[in-house]
Nanobody
Framework: QVQLVESGGGLVQAGGSLTLSCAASGIIFNVNAMAWYRQAPGKQRELVAVITSRGNTNYVDSVKGRFTISRDNGKNTVYLQMNSLQPEDTAVYYC?????????WGQGTQVTVSS
């Protein structure tokens, strides 16, 4: 059974930092590209960052230079280091495979950035 468990969110002031973690089980983690997505209130879920099985990364323009995605294949875990957080980064953050997200999304982790 596939399971994605996100953690590490919280409330932070603008300019602050958070590191999110996502533990995956039930998939062959090291052969899959993984990604972080986010969904703000009233908005559609958007792709934030991707890391391939080889460690190549890509980011949406709005987070380039501020967020860093990484992975530990030994722990089946993907991370998102978020620096210089802004109120517009407030959202529920999810991880999943990319492309072709798995149908069973995790519960996500809430990130709230106060101005």
């Amino acid at each position: 059974q596939v399971q994605l468990v996100e953690s590490g969110g919280g409330l932070v002031q603008a300019g602050g930092s958070l590191t999110l973690s996502c533990a995956a089980s039930g998939i062959i983690f090291n052969v899959n590209a993984m990604a972080w997505y986010r969904q703000a209130p009233g908005k559609q879920r958007e792709l934030v960052a991707v890391i391939t099985s080889r460690g190549n990364t890509n980011y949406v323009d709005s987070v380039k230079g501020r967020f860093t995605i990484s992975r530990d294949n030994g722990k089946n875990t993907v991370y998102l280091q978020m620096n210089s957080l802004q109120p517009e980064d407030t959202a529920v953050y999810y991880c999943n495979r990319n492309p072709l997200p798995l149908p069973s999304w995790g519960q996500g982790t809430q990130v709230t950035v106060s101005s």
